[in-house]
T-cell receptor
Framework: QKEVEQDPGPLSVPEGAIVSLNCTYS??????FMWYRQYSRKGPELLMY????GNKEDGRFTAQVDKSSKYISLFIRDSQPSDSATYLC????????????FGKGTRLSVIA | GAVVSQHPSRVICKSGTSVKIECRSLDFQATTMFWYRQFPKQSLMLMATSNEGSKATYEQGVEKDKFLINHASLTLSTLTVTSAHPEDSSFYIC????????????????FGPGTRLTVL
């Protein structure tokens, strides 16, 4: 079993839809949970990070962490064509300097 | 956020040649830099971690003699792909991280824009 599992999609939704992206993990040592957005042929950019169970909201984006189930989600409200990208979840251990472990990424297309 | 640059953004070379990729942190001191490789439709795979002034730590399965990493200063790390072959064609991405503020705080990594290597 891989440390981080993420459905690669692709996921195609109409503009304005609510998008739900998910990852599961197996390593209990993970304490920091990140979501990155990667446009084609570009480096990843950090969207959000959390370090506890619960929800964190930033504009149209909501990150959700359930440590008991080892499950994290990213919700995108009122999705826009500009949200079309690959979304990668990433996780790290408690110490701030441990390497990130990435999911495979989910390719999202928002159709106008 | 902080800015990390990579150069070149794209390189095409003949099989057997060596290619050097530079990664620079433009507005902060990067005590740690990471090098990743990403194949099409795949996730980022960590190749190695380098700390300024120290030898790089390579992930299992990554040949250290083939992928030479130098982190000579707090703002520059280089990855040299030696004797490149077509199977080395990939998207190489670096990331940089400053010194940890505290043991329990998250220390963000900032990613470069990537370098697309094509070996003919």
């Amino acid at each position: 079993q891989k440390e981080v599992e993420q459905d690669p999609g692709p996921l195609s939704v109409p503009e304005g839809a609510i998008v739900s992206l998910n990852c599961t993990y197996s390593n209990s040592a993970f304490q920091y949970f990140m979501w990155y957005r990667q446009y084609s042929r570009k480096g990843p950019e950090l969207l959000m990070y959390t370090y506890s169970s619960g929800n964190k909201e930033d504009g149209r984006f909501t990150a959700q962490v359930d440590k008991s189930s080892k499950y994290i989600s990213l919700f995108i409200r009122d999705s826009q064509p500009s949200d079309s990208a690959t979304y990668l979840c990433a996780m790290a251990g408690w110490a701030g300097n441990t390497p990130l472990v990435f999911g495979k990424g989910t390719r999202l297309s928002v159709i106008a | 956020g902080a800015v990390v640059s990579q150069h070149p953004s794209r390189v095409i070379c003949k099989s057997g040649t060596s290619v050097k990729i530079e990664c620079r942190s433009l507005d902060f001191q990067a005590t740690t830099m990471f090098w990743y490789r990403q194949f099409p439709k795949q996730s980022l795979m960590l190749m190695a971690t380098s700390n300024e002034g120290s030898k790089a730590t390579y992930e299992q399965g990554v040949e250290k003699d083939k992928f030479l990493i130098n982190h000579a200063s707090l703002t520059l790390s280089t990855l040299t792909v030696t004797s490149a072959h077509p199977e080395d064609s990939s998207f190489y991405i670096c990331s940089a991280r400053g010194a940890a503020v505290a043991e329990s705080s998250y220390n963000e990594q900032f990613f470069g824009p990537g370098t697309r290597l094509t070996v003919l």
